[in-house]
């Protein structure tokens, strides 16, 4: 039953990573022709201004035709990302201390530029959850890169990021993600319907993520404590072992 299970997990890997192939090979072919455009008028706009000429009419043109290019560039974009079909959830049953463990690798790079530390605080003997592993370290690495953006804008000196996990209540495990900062980014979590930058939408998206598996993320801030971003897992019972 385990090899099984093992060989189910290996197909639907390898199933996604043809589709994300598939995806980048269509995204690169599409965006070539209006990114070739971008720098070749931009290079003619700095050419304009490195030899005095200041031809109002010449940069004029040039930056009407950046702007028109990057438009198209963002409709295919978009266009790309309403064709995409919709990952069904594959749910596992797994122990959330050993994923956010095997996540820590990928943490070094996130981190690597910002002198961000990251600390655990893994409760130990947390029952099973029954989630999909890969969304689940994808929100996590969402996460963490919404609290480091909080961190950088607010310029900490020794920035930290500590990770927890909790016996949330009697059906649920809870992952805990707290900082040194001061505050949110714009808007707050319940306010994420429509996001307005990449790291709202990364936020909005990991949202999304977690309810489909049947939990909670939320967030709240203490002046004395910093940002905390909870989700919560529910736990594998009993009868499902």
Do not use: W
């Not at 689940?136 to 609290?147: A, E, S």
């Not at 980014?185 to 993520?209: H, N, Q, V, W």
């Amino acid at each position: 039953m385990n090899n099984q299970k093992q060989t189910d997990v290996n197909s639907v890997e390898a199933t996604r990573i043809n589709s994300m192939a598939e995806l980048i090979s269509t995204l690169a072919h599409e965006l070539n022709q209006p990114l070739t455009t971008i720098a070749m008028y931009a290079q003619a706009c700095l050419r304009n201004l490195n030899d005095h000429l200041h031809d109002p009419e010449m940069l004029s043109k040039a930056l009407r035709t950046i702007a028109q290019q990057a438009e198209q560039a963002g409709e295919v974009i978009h266009r790309l990302k309403n064709a995409m079909p919709k990952r069904e959830l594959f749910l596992e049953q797994l122990a959330i201390n050993t994923l956010i463990l095997k996540m820590a690798s990928s943490l070094e790079y996130e981190t690597r530029d910002n002198a961000v530390s990251i600390q655990y605080q893994l409760i130990e003997g947390l029952p099973l959850v029954h989630v999909d592993r890969i969304q689940t370290t994808q929100v996590l690495l969402n996460l963490i890169r919404y609290l480091i953006t909080i961190l950088t804008a607010a310029k900490i000196t020794e920035p930290k990021i500590t990770i927890r996990t909790v016996l949330y209540d009697p059906i649920r495990v809870a992952v805990q993600l707290f900082d040194n900062g001061s505050g949110f980014l714009e808007k707050s979590l319940g306010s994420l319907e429509i996001a307005s930058c990449d790291k709202e939408m990364d936020l909005a998206i990991s949202r999304t993520a977690i309810e489909a598996q049947g939990g909670q993320l939320t967030m709240s801030h203490d002046s004395a404590v910093g940002t905390c971003l909870q989700f919560t897992l529910p736990r594998v019972q009993e009868n499902q072992l």
